[in-house]
């Protein structure tokens, strides 16, 4: 199983740190979601049904013609590679590294593509994550398009998971998934909040979707999480509230890690990503003053996301500082065991 950030049962019971005296920025989930209202009894009394409002609320708020409900975009990473012949697959590395994962187990050839630089020439699937977790990289829709159509001429795909995206819906393929050849993916957990209702969907051709479907089985998404999902996307007030204060949130974080001597080298609205090798030592001393943040061996890196509060603002600027000062002026660690690989999981 790969390293995902969010344990933090793990690291409380690791550092002997009462739960409720973390701050969690190890996920690069809004940390101001959508306000959750209140479940009716009966909701959990039935089985969950197409015809809900789930699908058409998705349509409209993805500008999507086709869409299919899974429990969350993972359940599409793992089953999607099941619905493509067995062909060399370029993934972006450093990247969400289930994609990769699943992909490999299916029994496909997966080669590491720069997301930087990605190329499907000689490929059969490119999968991108736009924006890129965890190096923040964006495309040009029309370059992602053109890729798309070089890849479709010869019976390939392009698959694009925008669990990322949604403070810039402009840079969004959604509108083009109904073309064969392309599947994009989107999430509720970063944006809305909704990490634990698990909830995602698959935008593509009603063809592919309908296979998809039939692998995954009746149900996949259960009735409540459908419901808060519905309405979630149903309030477009909230959502157009959400994305500027969560886009001046992201770049307050990048200037307070640039004040540390830790500029991002990438990034979104939702997290930013600092380039550093002594990415292990910096993991460590913020867990011990009960900070948990995502960190990646290859390269070595940490992944920030937003903070809160403004007590918690507070409290990662004093920590950087402290910690940071204390790093800069001690010796580079260069004996002990080294720790294993961690490979990029993401969420």
């Not at 009394?45 to 409209?60: H, M, N, S, V, Y």
């Not at 490999?104 to 630089?117: C, M, T, Y």
């Not at 159509?149 to 393929?173: K, N, Q, Y």
Request: proline share 9%; aromatic share 6%.
């Amino acid at each position: 199983m790969l390293e995902h950030g969010g344990k933090l049962l793990q690291a409380a019971r690791e550092h002997g740190i009462p739960l409720a005296d973390w701050l969690d920025l190890s996920t690069g989930v809004n940390p101001a979601g959508w306000p959750v209202p209140e479940i009716p009894p009966e909701v959990w009394q039935r089985l969950p049904e197409d015809e809900d409002g789930l699908i058409d609320a998705a349509c409209t708020g993805y500008g999507a013609r086709h869409v299919l409900a899974v429990a969350g975009s993972q359940a599409a990473i793992q089953a999607l590679p099941r619905l493509f012949a067995p062909g060399r697959v370029g993934v972006a590395h450093p990247g969400y590294a289930e994609h990769a994962q699943a992909w490999r187990a299916a029994g496909h050839e997966v080669l590491a593509v720069d997301p930087a630089q990605p190329d499907p020439a000689g490929l059969d699937v490119l999968v991108l994550i736009h924006p890129n977790n965890p190096t923040g990289q964006t495309y040009d829709p029309a370059r992602l398009l053109d890729w798309h159509a070089r890849l479709a001429a010869h019976g390939g795909a392009l698959i694009v998971d925008e669990a990322f995206m949604d403070c810039t819906p402009e840079h969004s393929l959604a509108a083009h998934a109904h073309r064969p050849g392309l599947v994009v993916l989107r999430s509720l957990g970063k944006f809305y909040g909704l990490a634990g209702a698990r909830v995602g969907f698959v935008l593509a051709a009603p063809t592919l979707l309908a296979r998809l479907e039939a692998l995954l089985g009746p149900w996949t998404v259960n009735g409540p999480a459908r419901r808060l999902a519905r309405l979630a996307l149903q309030d477009r007030a909230w959502a157009q509230a959400a994305r500027p204060r969560l886009l001046a949130a992201g770049a307050r974080l990048a200037g307070l890690l640039t004040r540390h001597g830790l500029a991002p080298a990438g990034g979104t609205a939702l997290f930013q990503w600092t380039l550093t090798p002594r990415a292990a030592e910096l993991h460590a001393a913020l867990a011990r003053q009960g900070i948990l943040v995502r960190r990646f061996d290859a390269p070595a890196s940490l992944r920030f996301g937003l903070p809160n509060a403004d007590a918690d603002w507070t409290r990662l600027e004093g920590t950087m500082k402290s910690i940071t000062s204390h790093a800069a002026s001690a010796p580079s660690p260069d004996a002990g065991t080294p720790s294993p690989p961690r490979p990029a999981g993401g969420e």
